[in-house]
């Protein structure tokens, strides 16, 4: 029985189904490791997290099991052990797992038991359960390996420590959320390690997958609690972990603790890399967004310049005659500030054919918001032509609390590829763009100093689709509105638990039915990062058809 062991981790980045290059990529990850026992690896690194039905592609479970032999084959040249995760297929059933690849082959293979189905997940859907498993002996070692899910409950880590584990080693796949961090390590980590007496690693990916962006910001807690590693977020990093056995037990040298990112850093952060990995992962030469002069589009295009640099981003003024000189100024200066594009092409010959051809139509009937949202639709036309003739991806720009309650203009302002704010309330909004016009993100390709005029922040948001129009003319304003949306929406409270808060109860109720009656509109919006505990889409599926209201 050894007494010191070398446990590598890699907090990397994974691509969607592309088995060939995520092999490659963790077999250069372990010739980096040489003189370590063991590399571990993320949650399903060789297919990719979450898979979703893809992993009902037999074609995708061959594949990965074929290569996953091919991995095994090459620690036969007496290098490290890995630790694999992947899809495998038991009597006709799929499970999420573990693969230890040792000598040439795999020599341990260990199943998901806690599936999640709750938010984003849904692997009940497409996994079995997998009875408790037992820990895997390694070099003299007996290695508890809970998988993501298995270790947010006491069950399975403390199965593993009857079965006599001494270390546990929890890959993951854990999506980034606000205030995510310390719910990681205090309410989830420490608890076990309480529990069972024993040491854990906590291993995540980083990157973007569609709507969700996984942080890192992996560790290392010992058995008396204390934490003795923290790798970075949103950074891919390799550390070898140094581990001794006494008489207390294993435990981990300590190593480098990173600080991890305050609000609203880490929020600006998981926008720059959600957006930067669609875009690249896709093929997309770079974005193409409406620049109107207002905060939400200022903030998408701060986040496109530093998510991919001011040469990949083509911003454009679409003026009516409704558009304020301020607008026009501030648009201007927003793209001065990026280092970006800007083009300049006024839809009032747009709009004023359409009420030639319409005519006829509405002779009977007042101009009304019909004609607000032409003109909304015909910018929506003219970004979409642009990124048709020149392959740029359309950036959205609408934020949260406009979707709630259906505050934009479906195939208008909500058509694109992709929203950085689809998830920020408009208070987020306000703090995200203060904070970046005060600091530069570490991993941003824009611009030191501020990346939008002053004015666009304090100035009261406008739509700018009729004369003198206010936000606060149809919605109540923001620090009312927001507050009661994230009780309607993060914390499904009723009316009525909303009014006890000291909410106006005409205000909650209209805003209730506003949210319910704008799901149409949702089911129909472009993907967006994931940034709280019940993003549209992912985490909260409500029927369009539905007459509850809590009123």
């Not at 002996?137 to 998988?147: A, D, H, I, Q, T």
Request: with cysteine; glycine share 8%.
């Amino acid at each position: 029985m050894t007494d010191r062991l070398m446990i590598t981790l890699v907090q990397c980045a994974q691509a969607m189904g592309d088995i060939p290059g995520n092999a490659d990529a963790m077999l250069a990850a372990r010739a980096q490791a040489a003189g370590s026992d063991l590399v571990v690896f993320p949650e399903l690194q060789l297919i990719g997290y979450p898979p979703e039905d893809l992993v009902l592609k037999p074609a995708l479970i061959a594949r990965a099991a074929a290569k996953l032999d091919e991995m095994a084959a090459a620690t036969a040249d007496g290098g490290p052990a890995m630790l694999v995760g992947s899809v495998f297929a038991r009597e006709g059933q799929l499970f999420n797992g573990l693969a230890l690849l040792d000598g040439g082959a795999i020599t341990a293979v260990r199943l998901k038991h806690e599936l999640p189905n709750y938010g984003t997940f849904d692997e009940k859907r497409l996994f079995a359960s997998a009875p408790l498993q037992p820990p895997v002996p390694f070099r003299g070692v007996m290695l508890g390996l809970p998988l993501c899910e298995d270790i947010w409950f006491p069950k399975v880590c403390g199965h593993l420590k009857a079965m006599g584990a001494q270390i546990l080693i929890a890959p993951h796949g854990s999506p980034y959320e606000i205030e995510k961090d310390e719910r990681r390590l205090h309410n989830v980590v420490r608890a076990r390690v309480a529990e069972t007496g024993l040491p854990l690693v906590f291993l995540n990916r980083i990157g973007g997958q569609d709507e969700l962006v996984f942080d890192g910001a992996s560790f290392v807690v010992n058995a008396d609690g204390s934490l003795v590693h923290q790798l970075p977020d949103w950074e891919a990093a390799s550390v070898r972990t140094e581990w001794t056995l006494g008489s207390g037990g294993w435990q981990c040298a300590p190593g480098e603790i990173h600080a991890l990112d305050p609000f609203p850093q880490d929020a600006y952060h998981a926008m720059i890399v959600g957006l930067r990995d669609y875009v690249n992962a896709n093929g997309f030469p770079g974005v193409v967004l409406g620049l109107s002069g207002g905060i939400d589009s200022a903030l998408s295009a701060a986040v496109a310049v530093d998510a991919l640099g001011p040469e990949r981003v083509w911003c454009v003024m679409l003026p009516s005659r409704f558009t304020s000189q301020d607008s026009l100024d501030d648009a201007a200066g927003c793209a001065q500030m990026l280092g970006c594009r800007l083009d300049s092409i006024p839809i009032q010959p747009a709009v004023a054919a359409f009420d030639t051809m319409l005519e006829g139509s509405f002779a009977d009937r007042d101009v009304d918001i019909t004609e607000e949202n032409i003109q909304s639709r015909i910018r929506a036309v003219t970004l979409m032509s642009l990124s048709n003739k020149f392959g740029h991806m359309l950036l959205t720009t609408g934020n949260k609390s406009e979707m709630s309650v259906g505050y934009a203009t479906i195939y208008g302002d909500m058509a694109g590829g992709y929203n950085v704010l689809k998830d920020a309330y408009k208070l987020t909004v306000f703090d995200l763009s203060r904070w970046r016009n005060a600091h530069r993100p570490p991993l941003a390709l824009g611009p030191d100093g501020p990346v939008m005029p002053e004015r666009v922040i304090t100035k009261p948001p406008s739509a700018e689709l009729r004369p003198d129009q206010r936000d606060d003319d149809s919605l109540p304003p923001y620090e009312i509105l927001d507050p009661i949306l994230h009780g309607l929406i993060e914390e499904e409270l009723s009316v009525a638990e909303i009014v006890a808060r000291g909410f106006e109860h005409d205000t909650v109720a209209r805003i209730e039915r506003l949210l319910y009656i704008a799901e149409y509109k949702r089911r129909q919006a472009p993907p967006g990062v994931k940034l709280g505990s019940r993003n549209f889409g992912r985490d909260r599926r409500y029927p369009i058809t539905n007459r509850f209201r809590t009123a």
